[in-house]
């Protein structure tokens, strides 16, 4: 065995139907103890991870295969007693059997990686060049961002190399192997974008290649340069219903289902709009990041309250820049914004935390609902908080300035210049930008529990754009105030509002609802409750198992969830025509 002068992984698997890929790690030593690694989380998403939980016969030799001595420190850390050893060899087993955007993953159609939840690594070594050996079966290609080496037969497989600078590329670069991979790529302005599709569908890829070069010039026209000369999206394709996807510097992995409605209108856009808002996050928080994540700390929580710049930013801007670049049009955007406002109200858990204080506990259960109404989401709120913040900007320069001068500034004067951002640093930029003070939003919309209806109708009215309200079309929701879903085999209530007829009878979430007057359900709550309209009904309602029987009637002149919609004023006036067209690029 010759002496290795960086850190090496080999890849390698037997039995894919039991989803276990076998990692070894060749590992130069320089002390009489070494310590091995594994990541508490992965960036894109702010939780711990728990990745150790898929490790089986953790093991360590030397160079001529001698057992070595080694402890668990924690969950995620090994010290290996290595005095007089040349080389390390870490070995051991990492079970692959989820398929989402930031999981590994092999079967007998391919091999799926994302290297920071199954590759550990040496703290000391983080900074040095590394290499990732993978044997695979024939005809077998890879879609990565890492940057490969030879391919060398061995037997009835081949051994792809593959080589990141650093650990940081490394668990950054996630990549899908198999023999059916589809390819297709385009370059613009010296960048090449890759478009990898793993799973059965037919893409229209001159469609794709068109509505992807367009929003994607717009991108890096309004960064004014880029953070990388080369970037691969990764997808996989579904049969069922899936969205999900997960950010990276040089790269995306996007999952999307079903496979057959890939290119029809509605999951079309979803699938615009998920792949617009990762390639943002190559600026935003791959490279722009706050200064509690510059750099990343794989070891624990990286704490920051400001989600609603790195998530909420980045989900304005991937609805925004379709329909502005011109690939969405009026209603298309409109649909996907309304949406995110429809949580927003429906959410009352504004009342009680602030969407900083919510991206903080993102480390506590910020991808779960959690206990009800605890909370918002640094998406939908943080995307709200930035229309309205670009609107704030608008307004105040007569339309000269917007928050694409913020997040320049935060490019340029921040990123890269190796700088992180503070909240203070973003709220200094935007009155900088703006000219005045950015006061009232920061403190009273951003740090403070709030509802957004009085800022967000404001900022609309900038561009003559109202916000109405209708009444919800469930009865349910409409005049006993809760949300039921609604199948052949259970009426679940999934929200209660706050003082409605449903929580005074003593309603709550996760209750299910067995009987309407008497009438079994069977899939039928929401016609029971339209034949029923506001009368009072009994309902037989199972809470842990135990039956119980409540009235719930309407109360007179109050009505719950209601439905908000945005339109253009029919008064609109020259100046809201104006700052209308110079927002999106049309004619009001």
């Known amino acids: 065995m010759h002496f290795v002068p960086y850190m090496k992984y080999v890849v390698s698997y037997s039995t894919h139907h039991q989803h276990f890929i076998d990692i070894e790690i060749i590992i130069p030593v320089s002390g009489d103890r070494t310590t091995v690694q594994s990541a508490a989380w992965r960036p894109g998403r702010y939780e711990l991870g728990n990745f150790t939980k898929n490790v089986r016969k953790w093991s360590a030799f030397d160079e001529s295969g001698k057992a070595l001595d080694f402890c668990k420190l924690n969950k995620d850390t090994w010290v290996v007693e290595t005095k007089g050893v040349r080389d390390l060899h870490v070995k051991y087993s990492y079970y692959a059997a989820d398929l989402n955007a930031g999981s590994t993953f092999v079967d007998d159609k391919q091999l799926y990686m994302n290297p920071v939840n199954c590759c550990m690594y040496v703290p000391e070594l983080m900074g040095q060049p590394l290499q990732l050996e993978i044997l695979l079966p024939e005809h077998y290609r890879i879609a990565t961002a890492m940057k490969k080496g030879q391919t060398k037969q061995e037997g009835k497989l081949y051994r792809h190399v593959l080589h990141a600078v650093n650990f940081e590329e490394l668990g950054d670069s996630p990549l899908i192997a198999s023999a059916t991979l589809k390819h297709n790529a385009f370059v613009m302005d010296g960048i090449e974008f890759n478009l990898w599709i793993q799973g059965e569908c037919k893409p229209d890829w001159a469609k794709m290649i068109n509505d992807f070069f367009i929003f994607i010039n717009d991108m890096v026209l309004m960064m004014k340069g880029s953070p990388i000369k080369e970037y691969h999206f990764l997808f996989h394709i579904l049969p069922y219903k899936y969205h999900h996807g997960v950010e990276h510097l040089a790269s995306t992995v996007i999952v999307m289902g079903p496979s057959y409605n890939l290119m029809k209108d509605e999951l079309y856009n979803d699938f615009l709009g998920i792949s617009c808002h990762e390639l943002f996050h190559s600026w935003n928080i791959k490279t722009i ?13 990286n704490y920051s309250r400001l989600g609603y710049v790195y998530e909420g930013i980045t989900t304005y801007y991937g609805d925004y820049l379709l329909f502005r670049s011109g690939v969405f049009s009026e209603f298309e955007y409109i649909k996907a914004i309304q949406r995110e406002v429809q949580k927003h109200f429906d959410n ?9 204080d919510s991206s903080f506990d993102t480390w506590l259960d910020g991808y779960v609902a959690g206990i009800p109404y605890r909370k918002v989401s640094i998406y939908t709120e943080g995307s709200i908080i930035a229309f309205i913040t670009d609107m704030f900007i608008r307004k105040h320069t007569n339309n000269k300035n917007s928050l694409d001068d913020v997040m320049r500034l935060l490019y340029h004067e921040y990123a890269l210049k190796g700088k992180g951002y503070s909240e203070a640093d973003f709220k200094k930029l935007v009155e900088e930008v703006s000219g005045t003070s950015y006061d009232d939003i920061f403190n009273n919309y951003i740090n403070k529990p709030a509802d957004f209806e009085k800022p967000f109708r404001e900022a609309l009215g900038h561009i003559g754009m109202m916000l109405h309200t209708s009444p919800a079309k469930r009865n349910c929701e409409r005049y006993w105030g809760m949300k039921v879903q609604d199948d052949k085999v259970l009426q679940k209530v999934t929200a209660v509002a706050p003082g409605s007829p449903a929580e005074l ?8 609802i067995a009987l309407i007057n008497g009438h079994q359900l069977k899939g039928n709550f929401h016609d029971w ?49 104006a700052a209308y067209r110079l927002w999106c690029n049309r004619e009001y």
Do not use: W
């Not at 009352?348 to 900083?356: D, E, I, M, Q, T």
């Not at 009878?505 to 299910?512: K, L, M, S």
């Open 289 to 301: 990041r706050p200064v509690e994540m510059h750099p990343y700390d794989y070891t624990k929580e």
């Open 348 to 356: 009352y858990g504004r009342f009680n935390l602030s969407v900083a």
């Open 505 to 512: 009878a003593g309603i709550c979430p996760n209750d299910e």
């Open 529 to 577: 409750c339209t034949y029923y309209g506001d009368d009072e009904v009994r309902l037989s309602i199972i809470s842990d198992q135990i039956r119980r029987e409540v009235h719930i009637a309407s109360i007179p002149g109050k009505e719950f969830f209601p439905l908000y919609h945005m339109t253009k004023t029919r008064s609109a006036n020259l100046e809201q025509q």
